[in-house]
């Protein structure tokens, strides 16, 4: 039920050289039989109630003088503007008359602030009733944000079903228990279940955040507020509710999952990182099995395998053979994919050793966009003119695979660092969620590869 390609970025490699990379990528794709199965959902909303999510984050008609003050902080009294708390209550309410949601799709709802509480179990969506009176009682808490009491909470629901589980994670403040967050993000990355992490405003922690969707093979989102004037590839807080009925669409897609990656290598090669690159980007964990998450109908979803490679003569070599497992939960099946074998030849021809595949190094160089990326925003607290530099470097990538989104976002990084030798944090998350979110599905070319050199400089290869 799960077709499968390999494609080195290389056939021929060059004879008597050590420590030659070589990038595999891995797509996998579901066949008809399991497209059409499409899994039973059984999704755990777990919300931020913090007394910050009573912010206003789109324009007021009407200012009418006035503040109220809750949980020590005041906040101006509007109308015709909504609140974070909000846009989440919209949002929710959207998906429970959301026609893609089948009777049988089973939601819960986990609310977080001093305690993390069950506002309402897993239930039957069937019982819409009984779910929108769950969500309409989520702006009468408040208090801090304990998000990882919050996420143990959901992950305790999510234990007792089956089916097609995920965790949509919703914060807009710094937890104030990260050791509980990292036990959750194990716990659930151990059960196969993916976490969409929605960030609103600036005040949240990117990298942590960021960390869970990599450890669970999830997506991570940043949601401004409107009156910001957000650019792609944020999202306005008035398109929360689209988000979110966005991701209910990707988990029903999702008719393969738990894909499961072994590796045996021969002697001397090794396999050094697992990366998914398409449809977003995501770190896989460095644990056999390689938890590779979950593959959607109709697209391939694509891997980077990273190797290195010993000194070999001139031969067609075996270097390695791949098993894939998965589940197709809509069928109740449980399946392995026939092993696969890496072979390549190694060559004294330096031209044939010279050709190179430019769709697998296309994704190499969108893999490698956000490890530039991560690199300026640590170089611009210290070194702004050195960050100017790895930016612009990020740019030129961006231009050369056609990522119109991010060229646009990393201009607005750039003029920031001229202008007052900073990135702001807005900015600064906007780009960092932008390399693992804005990924383009390219037709190979080869016309605007960078040079071998190039390549060299940028993947370290």
């Keep these: ?19 030659q990379k070589m ?3 891995l797509k996998v794709r579901p066949e008809a039989q399991a497209a ?10 777990v919300v931020d109630t913090s007394g910050s999510m009573r912010e206003v984050v789109t324009e007021p008609t009407q200012r009418t003088g006035q503040s109220v003050r809750v949980d020590g902080r005041e906040y101006e009294v ?16 959207s998906l429970l008359n959301s026609r893609q949601l089948e009777p049988t799709d089973r939601l819960a709802l986990i609310k977080f602030d001093d305690h993390a509480g069950v506002v309402q179990p897993f239930t039957d969506a069937a019982h819409k009733a009984r779910l929108m009176t769950a969500v309409k009682q989520l702006p009468q808490f408040s208090g801090g944000t304990h998000m990882g009491a ?11 079903e089956s089916g097609s589980r995920r965790m949509i994670l919703l914060t807009d403040g710094q937890a104030f228990d990260e050791p509980l967050v990292e036990e959750a993000a194990a716990q659930l990355a151990e059960a196969h279940i993916p976490v969409t992490a929605i960030g609103v405003g600036d005040d949240w922690n990117d990298d942590l955040l960021m960390a869970i969707t990599d450890r669970t093979q ?3 989102f940043h949601i401004v507020p409107d009156t910001q004037n957000p650019m792609p590839p944020s999202l306005k807080a008035s398109e929360l509710p689209q988000a979110i009925l966005g991701e209910l669409e990707s988990a029903a897609s999702e008719v393969i999952t738990d894909i499961g990656l072994t590796v045996r290598t021969v002697k001397d090669v090794t396999l050094d990182r697992v990366t998914r690159v398409y449809p977003t980007q995501a770190e896989v964990e460095q644990k056999t099995p390689y938890p590779l998450g979950n593959a959607a109908k109709g697209d391939w979803t694509v891997f980077i395998l990273e190797f290195t490679l010993p000194a070999r003569p001139p031969a067609r070599i075996r270097l390695a053979q791949l098993g894939l497992t998965y589940q197709v939960p809509g069928q109740g099946y449980r399946g392995e994919v026939p092993p696969m074998d890496v072979v390549v030849e190694f060559t004294t021809d330096e031209a044939l050793a010279a050709r190179i595949d430019p769709e697998v190094m296309q994704w190499v160089q969108q893999r490698n966009l956000e490890q530039l990326i991560k690199q300026a925003t640590v170089e611009a607290r210290t070194d702004p003119s050195k960050a100017a530099k790895t930016l612009e470097l990020a740019r030129n990538l961006t231009v050369k695979l056609g990522n119109t989104a991010m060229t646009r976002a990393l201009d607005q990084a750039v003029g920031e660092l001229k202008s007052s030798k900073t990135i702001s944090l807005g900015t600064a998350k906007t780009i960092k969620i932008g390399a693992k979110t804005q990924v383009l599905k390219q037709e190979p070319s080869g016309g605007d590869l960078p040079s071998d050199e190039e390549i060299r400089k940028i993947t370290g290869a």
């Design 78 to 93: 509007v109308r015709g503007a909504k609140s974070k708390m909000d846009l989440v209550v919209e949002a929710l309410q």
């Design 36 to 45: 059409s199965a499409r899994p039973q959902l059984a999704i755990a909303f």
């Design 150 to 160: 919050g996420m143990l909470e959901g992950m305790k629901q999510l234990q007792k």
């Design 218 to 220: 999830g997506r991570p």
């Design 23 to 25: 990038f595999l990528a």
């Design 1 to 19: 039920m799960l077709e499968t390609r390999l494609q080195p970025h290389r056939e021929y490699l060059l004879a008597h050289m050590p420590g």
